[in-house]
């Protein structure tokens, strides 16, 4: 089994729809981190959390939200999605800010 | 603030070839750690190296070898004697900072084609 599993793996999904991606770790990794990757871009951090109680906004949050449910599951909404959010959305997790991240397969996630 | 710069979009080579992908840095931080990621064309990001910034060592595994200098701010990775295997993404990423978030800046990334 992956340790870093993102749901679903591809999505499609219409422009206003509200959108939520789920992560789930067997880590047992503190930090999480959400980011997006697009064409030529790399990947751009969204939000990241370092515990349940500790949130916080990445480079490219607007648009976004998160939830830390427990310290294995970290779910990222888009509470109305619109065509310029169609991207790679990639889960990651680390031990402490220093150690290398372990990411998931990846959300394919396209907004018509 | 922080950047990491790949200039190569895309390399082509023909297998055996040795190819270097150039990684070039900003950052005012003292401590500092950068990344080598590969994305693979089934799309997984795996981790290939971490190196801090008080360690400029050059880093050999198996094919693969990492040259670091910080007077240059660059940390390139060379593939020696490619193989179609190694045909993916590769990004470069930058992670620093006293406040240690673990937030990594990633380059733009770099594709490359190994043929046969």
């Known amino acids: 089994d992956a340790d870093v599993t993102q749901t679903p793996r591809n999505r499609i999904t219409k422009t206003g729809k509200r959108i939520m991606l789920e992560c789930s770790q067997t880590?047992?990794?503190?930090?999480m981190y959400w980011y997006r990757q697009d064409p030529g871009l790399g990947l751009r951090l969204i939000y990241y959390?370092?515990?349940?109680?500790?949130?916080n906004k990445g480079e490219i949050s607007d648009g976004y939200s998160v939830s830390r449910q427990a310290q294995a599951k970290f779910s990222l909404s888009l509470e109305s999605a619109i065509p310029n959010q169609t991207a790679l959305y990639f889960c990651?997790?680390?031990?402490?800010?220093?150690?290398?991240?372990?990411f998931g397969d990846g959300t394919r996630l396209s907004i018509l | 603030a922080q950047k990491v710069t790949q200039a190569q979009t895309e390399i082509s080579v023909v297998e055996k070839e040795d190819v270097t992908l150039d990684c070039v840095y900003e950052?005012?931080?003292?401590?500092?750690?950068l990344f080598w990621y590969k994305q693979p064309p089934s799309g997984e990001l795996v981790f290939l190296i971490r190196?801090?910034?008080?360690?400029?060592q050059n880093e050999i595994s198996g094919r693969y070898s990492w040259n670091f200098q910080k007077s240059t701010s660059s940390f390139n990775f060379t593939i020696t004697a490619s193989q179609v295997v190694d045909s993916a993404v590769y990004f470069c990423?930058?992670?620093?900072?006293?406040?240690?978030?673990?937030?990594?800046?990633f380059g733009q990334g770099t594709t490359l084609q190994v043929k046969p």
């Open positions: 990651a997790t680390s031990r402490t800010g220093l150690q290398p991240q372990h």
């Open positions: 880590k047992g990794h503190d930090r």
């Open positions: 959390s370092f515990d349940v109680k500790d949130i």
């Open positions: 950052t005012r931080d003292t401590t500092y750690y």
């Open positions: 190196r801090n910034s008080f360690d400029e």
């Open positions: 990423a930058l992670s620093g900072g006293s406040s240690n978030t673990g937030k990594l800046i």
